[in-house]
């Protein structure tokens, strides 16, 4: 291989190298952070929904100790005003009483009725909740592992440039090697392969005068528009 196809290749394995060292495409990484956080934002959904359960179950518990202590004055009540040792006027008084703790009472379970019908509701949606929080995790799982996957890729087709192009700069001439980097320094693409009698680095037209002395020596050819190293692959 002639130097000049070896700095074709060099050119070609470097700009690969950019490419990577530029690093990776952002839109993975973003799309996991925000997948991340409507997960966190889910979990948070779910830690105050199962609050609000504790707490009408507390409720719960409250009204139901309430009604507990009415029933048993009711039926306290019902005995005194049943076991005969009363006067008229004062079973009057306790049957008013006893109205008005069954009234309560009547309350007491209405709203432990609405409190069941809050708790059934919020045990729905907590269940609808965490069904989609899974499949965001599980998706969110998946997303991740593809970008690792493609992070070890990357890292291994990088390691596989630099051994490559370690090799090539051992081959390839000092003088070469020297104009190639010093070129470097103005173009990405130091080295304009012939096409069609054109440079492939500035596109334009290469004298025939170049071409000759391309094909029968193995002097370093100049483009003459752009300055590149010329490389005639008579392929
Ligand atoms: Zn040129």
């Known amino acids: ?80 005003i049943y076991d005969g040792s009363l006067q008229t006027k004062e079973i009057k008084n306790y049957q008013q009483k006893l109205q008005k703790l069954q009234e309560e009472l009547n309350l007491l379970e209405d709203r432990e009725l609405e409190l069941m019908q809050v708790k059934e509701d919020i045990k729905q949606e907590w269940e609808d909740k965490k069904q989609r929080l899974d499949s965001m995790a599980e ?35 000092e003088d070469p090697l020297n104009k190639y980097r010093q070129l470097k320094t103005r173009y990405r693409n130091p080295v304009g392969r012939i096409t069609r009698d054109t440079c492939s680095g500035c596109h334009l037209g290469i004298p025939f005068e170049k071409i000759k002395q391309l094909k029968y020596q193995d002097d370093i050819v100049l483009c003459n528009h752009c300055g590149r190293m010329l490389f005639w692959d008579p392929q």
């Open 139 to 173: 998706e969110f799982k998946e997303l991740h592992n593809v970008y690792l996957q493609d992070k070890e890729e990357t890292k291994t087709r990088a390691q596989g440039l630099a051994r490559e192009i370690e090799v090539l700069l051992q081959e390839i001439g």
């Open 1 to 80: 291989m002639s130097d000049l196809r070896k700095l074709w290749r060099l050119q070609m394995l470097e700009e690969q190298q950019e490419k990577i060292d530029k690093g990776a495409d952002p839109g993975p990484v973003q799309q996991l952070k925000e997948s991340k956080k409507q997960i966190e934002a889910a979990q948070n959904n779910l830690r105050e929904l199962k609050d609000r359960y504790q707490r009408a179950r507390e409720q719960t518990g409250t009204l139901e100790r309430r009604a507990q202590e009415l029933r048993d004055s009711c039926s306290m009540i019902s005995t005194k």
